[in-house]
């Protein structure tokens, strides 16, 4: 196949590329961001070169074995909307691996930030690439550690570790649901083949599962998208250095999900569940995202918000799903991307040259950034939706795409006048004004600080003149993937007069009433808390909390420090189980009509009994041995009536020892009774326990020893003990020969045994070290062998 | 070709006769203990390629026949399981070369160390349950000691309560045994695997109780866990790693090999039950982990719930599921053992586990850090290392089956299983070095030699997934079908009887 | 017979059962050779009892002649005890150990001595490079 497996290596050349990155950047210093650009400006260039074939609506396919074990492949399919996403990772990619090495300059972290950028470079194109549900999803996980390590780059500050674990939480946590939503799918559709999926939507939507598909993989989308309720870590993930919040979370990989959801929309869309689910949770988050906006006056979080509302618009107008709605998404998609991007890098560079991101502190830069200031602008008025910039076309197509649907485009309406306020904030009142006020001498910024933002900016005012350049040959293909079949549309920049012209022009002017008012809104609501605390957020922090009390509180009752809560826990679950199921499930059958004993059997074993019984009730210690040194002895008694002399004699022999071990122990153990002080419950507890277990011991007993016995083994010991073996006692014989390996075992626990009551007794070992660590003595030991090691 | 069969006990067992005659020669025990290690995992390594080539090899000692004498028997999981073993034994041993002190040498660390081997190794080859009891004790011994050894209050407090604990579950595993002999006169599993399902159900399930029981402790399943987290941390990392790595698993491996083997006659009740244990195990192991706030703590804690998910692929009872479970067991000893011997190194570093009295390893130690992430995330189950896979696989054997309880108890427990690796990276690792704590210079470069190692054997595993993944499906099949088990130990004509009622 | 062996069996094992669930870990070892005991018995009994002779060959025969004692369970049984032996002491002297460190054999006063501040604490003073 023509190009056949180039897609793959363009994505493991970038993550080879992304290894290699500290070695890179220490080789070409300052220089490290334009050299390591080479690479997204050629991925660009490589996806652009398949450009006609992607428009003539091929798709190019490659499939590659992975795990062949579970039918998993690396399969990479480029089509329409691949194409798209594609050019945006590696494009936007580019500029931002130049500024990174302007706005990074000299910080010593720096291989490192670009070993994760270039790493979240290439899971971010796995994920768009992937033909299969499982390789998406690993390289899906990718962006969300290297996210977690990005927006964690401050590690030192704490702010930037919790908002850092915040994402990676809400984001793995959402992947994980996504993950259970694609094994059903991979399970109702047979295959984890994205492509094989697609093409038989109906079984899918048929299926009794798809409910639960749809959830589950909705809220993989959701929160990576950063859909309300799970908007809250996307502002936070602001505590990344800005190129990361440029790149990641605004535009990348918060649109991961808007991604997954228009790549799978053949199969999963179109139905009331997924209509109702998208353009709520999309409205819901525009709506709260403009609310929450007038609440900021930190350039980067106002930036944040407005993310937040163009996520909610593209997962809405996924939710509609009409062909007019999908191409509005296609080219929201594309002009967001192009008017965010320099607009995070611009407010980067004041905060980088003028020292502060709060919208209020700054005035008059323009004066001393004027490039940034234009760029500024440009991509400003793209944002706020005014002719003649791209994101112009984009917001029209939006209008016009909800036009069934006056509520959401009534929600879209109020959602794009706050992006004109955010405009108004970030990209004219720091600049516009006579005075220069900055917390530091401001100045414009590098070369590599202004070039990619320009050049997208640009890009977007270019495209606002000419949308017909990319309006056939990638805006009409990626949403022909959408939509499943080709639905041409043309893009214009002058509509005539419209009622989408119309309603823009109502966005205006009520985001001219909201740069009016701004200042007292912004102070009042700022004045109250206005149990904000309640919302999402709080709902992540109090489920966090929760979590840690509720593991406290089970590990408090379930894990005392006293061996005897253990002992009883541990008893009563062995009982209860093995009771439980003789009870239940058992059918135990016996005969108790045994043959009977002799008088004098009756004797002992009634004072075994007893003497078991006596060690239980002893108080005194002497007793207790007395008790158990009588009971051993009974048991070999038992053992010389039954025929089993060596058994017996060991038996004597070894209770023996024990009763002089024990009683040399205790001679050196504290002295006093061996009353407890423990309640009724506790004792009635472990009573029941033991009760249940003994007669647990006997019932089995009974229940074995009145099934026929199988003596085959024994038989043949009988057999072949002199004959094959020279001996004449059995019973050794199967100890140093048949079972010779059990021996060898036997006699090494005794060795073991042995040596470790050495190693307890040596009194000079522990006594040395009474209070002393032993580790932090072996420790010194060896930091001063190993000296300047 | 059998002597291979015992060569994994046999070698340790000889190796510890040697070692504790030299006991006083400091150097020489290090050196053959260390190198005897390389031997063990070659032979080991050797014995798992002939079972793949020639399928499972029998030993029987002395000669004599099986039923009548003792077997062992390698199938491709007893051949997994110690070549894993091996493995092991290598990585701590030259980790324990610097951090084993001479105190501890002299009383005996190195003999100890080969006889734990030999009874893990003994435990997982045989192929006689009283013969298995037997190198449990051995093992059981052996850990007894070196737990202790020191006598520090901490390891003597966690010492007996571990001691405590072991001692019950052995008798109650001796009375099942006991049990078993009595209702079919033979102690060889395949044999067993013949004659337990002409005996009356009922009785056996009830005695599938008492091993449900006895090797659920030693496995550390809920609710008989409570001697795991009391006292793995209390010896030094070498020690602590090989048990976290090992000890449990032995208890795994014996839970796969009855309730495969032995116990399969009511699976729908057996199976069950394990799988509910299963959900608990996970759950409460990663809370009581999320409660802890010490580095070894921690960790031990997340050894009883990676438990859960090997148990549950137990529990499902299908190919796919015990080859996730096989999987699973390989990836989290390399994984758990790996995350422990890190420990050891950021202990050098900041002298404590304690996770407020650590920070700036980040900055410090950036490879050692890269050297914690790479097991913890793999633990995490983050993609693509080996924890990914290894829990696809189970939740995708559970997905099959329909069993979407379990499915969400195990990836809920996957997330909190991120926060709990997080928030030791974002305490030792990020997080400013707290005041009044200073970093020592860095440790001995022979620490860093087996976690490099088993970081590089776990990237492997996950990258490179396939050719592991088809000899845990080889064990899986053997496991599914123990024809094959018992036509290898007892010859054909047995085989033919199997699951054939009276 | 083998009734009242299994109800020794159930008595010995209940005894050992409510003696390891004790505060008192010398309770807790005499439980542990109580359960022993019975598992032993247990073991001995379902091995099936035999009042006849000895499992011996005698020295004019190359097989025993007629009815003798199982021989195989009474030879697991004597691996288990010796096993048990060594593990008992084992424990006998780790619980001396313990009182002598711990100053307690109470289960639930092991941890709390832990707690109790240490008289020398300088660990890092002690790891400091020379």
Request: aromatic share 10%.
């Amino acid at each position: 196949m023509p190009g056949g497996d180039r897609v793959l290596i363009a994505v493991l050349l970038a993550f080879g590329v992304a290894l290699a990155a500290p070695v890179i950047v220490r080789v070409a210093g300052d220089r490290s961001g334009w050299v390591l650009a080479l690479l997204p400006a050629g991925i660009t260039a490589y996806l652009l070169s398949h450009g006609s074939r992607v428009a003539a609506g091929e798709s190019i396919v490659e499939r590659v074995a992975w795990v062949s074990a579970l039918d998993i492949h690396l399969s990479m399919r480029l089509d329409g909307l691949s194409l798209v996403f594609a050019l945006m990772i590696a494009g936007i990619g580019t500029a931002i691996v130049i500024y990174a090495g302007g706005y990074l300059r000299g910080d010593r972290q720096l291989p490192r930030f670009y070993l994760l950028l270039l790493a979240f470079m290439a899971a971010m194109l796995g994920v768009v690439l992937s033909d299969n549900l499982i390789s998406l999803f690993v390289f899906w996980e990718l962006t969300s550690i290297t996210s977690y390590f990005l927006v964690g780059y401050k590690h030192e500050d704490e702010t930037s570790r919790k908002s850092a674990l915040q994402a990676l939480l809400v984001t793995a946590g959402g992947g994980l649901a996504m993950l259970a939503g694609f094994l059903i799918l991979g399970l109702v559709g047979g295959t984890f083949e994205i492509s094989e999926l697609l093409s038989d939507p109906e079984a899918i939507r048929g299926h009794e599962a798809y409910l639960a598909i749809l959830l589950l993989v909705g809220l993989g989308a959701l929160t990576k998208s950063a859909q309300w309720p799970f908007h809250f870590w996307l502002p936070n993930a602001m505590a990344a250095p800005t190129p990361v919040s440029a790149y990641l979370h605004s535009a990348t990989m918060v649109k991961a999900g808007v991604y997954l959801l228009a790549r799978l929309s053949p199969a999963l869309g179109g139905t009331p569940a997924w209509f109702w689910l998208l353009t709520l949770a999309g409205a819901a988050t525009m709506l709260a995202a403009g609310s929450l906006a007038l609440l900021q006056r930190d350039s980067k979080r106002l930036l944040a918000y407005s993310t937040l509302i163009a996520l909610g618009t593209l997962v809405m107008l996924i939710g509609v799903g009409t062909p007019g709605a999908i191409s509005a998404m296609i080219v929201f998609l594309v002009g967001h991307a192009l008017y965010k991007a320099p607009l995070f890098m611009v407010a980067g560079s004041v905060d980088h040259e003028a020292g502060s991101r709060d919208v209020t502190a700054l005035r008059g830069l323009g004066r001393v950034m004027p490039i940034t200031w234009i760029t500024a602008l440009v991509a400003g008025l793209s944002a706020g939706g005014l002719p003649p910039l791209f994101g112009f076309v984009a917001k029209e197509l939006a209008y016009e795409g909800l036009f069934e649907n006056p509520l959401l485009l009534g929600a879209l309406i109020a959602a794009s006048a706050v992006m004109v306020l955010i405009v108004y904030l970030v990209a004219w009142r720091p600049f516009a004004g006579r005075e220069i006020h900055a917390p530091s001498a401001p100045h414009e910024a590098p070369l590599s600080m202004w070039l990619g933002p320009a050049l997208l900016a640009a890009g977007g005012a270019v495209l606002g003149f000419a949308p017909w350049l990319i309006g056939d040959s990638l805006m009409v293909p990626a949403a022909a993937a959408v939509l499943g079949e080709l639905h041409p549309f043309r893009l214009y920049l002058w509509h005539g007069f419209t009622l989408a012209l119309g309603l823009s022009a109502v966005t205006v002017a009520l985001g001219v009433v909201l740069v009016w008012r701004w200042r007292p809104v912004h102070d009042a609501l700022r004045s109250r808390t206005l149990g904000w605390t309640f919302g999402p957020v709080g709902g992540y922090d109090a489920l966090m909390a929760g979590l840690v009390r509720f593991a406290a509180w089970q590990t408090r009752v379930l894990q005392s420090d006293d061996l005897r809560h253990h002992m009883t826990i541990i008893l009563g679950f062995t009982v209860a189980l093995t009771g439980l199921t003789a009870t239940f499930r058992g059918e135990l059958a016996f005969d108790l009509r045994h043959e009977a004993g002799y008088f004098y059997e009756y004797i002992v074993l009634v004072l075994v009994g007893a003497a078991a019984i006596s060690a239980l009730r002893a108080h005194s210690r002497l007793v207790a041995i007395t008790s158990l040194g009588v009971a051993g002895f009974g048991i070999a008694i038992v053992f010389v009536f039954f025929a089993a002399p060596d058994l017996a004699i060991t038996q004597f022999l070894v209770e023996t020892l024990i009763v002089i071990i024990v009683a040399l122990v205790l001679i050196r153990l504290p002295r006093g009774s061996l009353r407890e002080t423990s309640n009724g419950s506790v004792r009635a507890i472990a009573g029941t326990i033991a009760v249940a277990g003994g007669a647990l011991f006997t019932v089995l007993t009974l229940a074995v020893t009145a099934l026929p016995f199988d003596a085959s083994l024994t038989t043949f010991f009988e057999a072949e003990s002199y004959p094959a073996a020279q001996g004449r006692n059995i019973v050794n014989v199967i100890l140093v020969d048949f079972r010779a390996i059990d021996t060898l075992g036997e006699i090494t626990v005794l060795a073991v045994a042995a040596s470790g009551a050495y190693a307890l007794l040596r009194r000079s070992f522990g006594r040395r070290r009474d209070d002393v660590d032993t580790e932090d003595r072996s420790d010194r030991v060896h930091v001063e062998r190993g000296g300047g090691a | 070709m059998s002597w291979l069969v015992g060569a994994p006990v046999i070698l340790p067992l000889a190796v510890a006769a040697l070692l504790f005659v030299l006991q006083g020669r400091r150097e020489a025990q290090r050196v053959i203990s260390t190198a005897s290690t390389a031997l063990l995992v070659t032979l080991s390594a050797i014995l798992l390629y002939r079972v793949s080539e020639g399928g499972i090899l029998v030993a029987q000692f002395g000669e004599w026949r099986a039923p009548f004498g003792i077997s062992f028997v390698a199938d491709h999981l007893s051949a997994i399981m110690v070549v894993i073993t091996g493995v092991m034994a290598v990585a701590t041993a030259v980790y324990a070369l610097r951090d084993i002190d001479p105190d501890r040498e002299a009383l005996g660390y190195h003999p100890l160390f080969q006889v734990l081997l030999a009874g893990i190794n003994g435990a997982f080859l045989t192929g006689d349950l009283f013969n298995m009891y037997v190198w449990f004790e051995v093992l059981l011994i052996a850990s007894f000691v070196l737990l202790t050894l020191g006598n520090r209050r901490e390891q003597l407090e966690g010492g007996i309560k571990y001691v405590a604990v072991n001692l019950v579950s052995s008798l109650v595993f001796l009375g099942a045994i006991g049990l078993v002999y009595g209702v079919t006169g033979t102690l060889n599993m395949a044999d067993l695997a013949i004659r337990l399902p002409q005996a009356p159900g009922g009785l056996v399930s009830v005695i599938a109780m008492l091993f449900m029981v006895a090797f659920g402790i030693k496995a550390a399943l809920f609710p008989l866990f409570f001697w795991l987290p009391a006292s793995y941390h209390t010896p030094p990392q070498a020690i602590a790693a090989i048990f976290a790595g090992m000890l449990t698993k032995v208890g795994v491996y014996a839970l796969i090999r009855v309730f495969t083997l032995l116990f399969v006659h009511d699976v729908a009740y057996t199976h069950t039950i394990l799988l509910w244990i299963a959900g608990f195990t996970m759950v409460t192991g990663v809370l009581g982990a999320a409660a802890q706030n010490d580095f070894r703590k921690i960790l031990s804690f997340h050894i009883i719930s990676q438990i859960g998910y090997m148990i549950m692929g137990l529990a499902l009872y299908t190919p796919l599921a015990l080859l996730g479970a096989v999987f699973y067991i390989v990836h989290h000893i390399i994984v758990k053992a790996n995350l422990f011997l890190v420990a050891g190194i950021v202990r050098r570093y900041a002298g404590s586990f304690d996770l407020d009295r650590l920070g700036g390893l980040y900055r410090r130690a950036p490879f050692l850090s890269v050297l914690f992430l790479v097991p913890a995330f793999s633990l995490a189950g983050f993609p693509p290392l080996s924890g990914f896979w290894a829990k696809l696989v189970v939740v995708l054997a559970a997905a099959d089956v329909g069993a979407w309880p379990i499915v969400a108890v195990a990836l809920v427990v996957g997330l909190l299983t991120i926060y709990s690796m997080t928030k030791i990276w974002q305490a030792a690792f990020w997080s400013p070095l707290p005041d009044g704590v200073e970093l020592a210079p860095r440790p001995s470069g022979l620490l860093y030699a087996p976690v490099i190692g088993l970081a590089l054997l776990t990237l492997a595993i996950g990258f490179w997934s396939g050719p592991f993944l088809a000899v845990a499906e080889a064990a899986a099949t053997e496991l599914m079908d123990p024809t094959a088990y018992v036509r290898a130990v007892l010859g054909d004509a047995a085989a033919a009887t199997i699951g054939r009622t009276p | 017979m083998e009734t009242p062996l299994a109800l020794t069996v159930g008595v010995l094992f209940a005894c050992g059962l409510y003696l390891v669930m004790q505060r008192n870990l010398l309770r807790f070892v005499f439980g542990l050779l109580l359960l022993s005991g019975s598992v032993n018995l247990l073991i001995f009994t379902v091995g099936r009892l035999t009042r006849g002779a000895p499992a011996f060959v005698p020295s004019e025969l190359s097989t025993p002649p007629g009815d003798v004692s199982n021989a195989l369970p009474q030879a697991l049984i004597l691996t288990a005890i010796v096993i048990g032996f060594g593990l008992v002491v084992f424990a006998m002297i780790l619980l001396l150990r313990t009182y002598e460190r711990l100053g307690t054999v109470k289960t639930e006063e092991l941890s709390a001595h832990l707690e109790a501040p240490r008289p020398v604490p300088m660990r890092h003073d002690d790891e400091a490079p020379a």
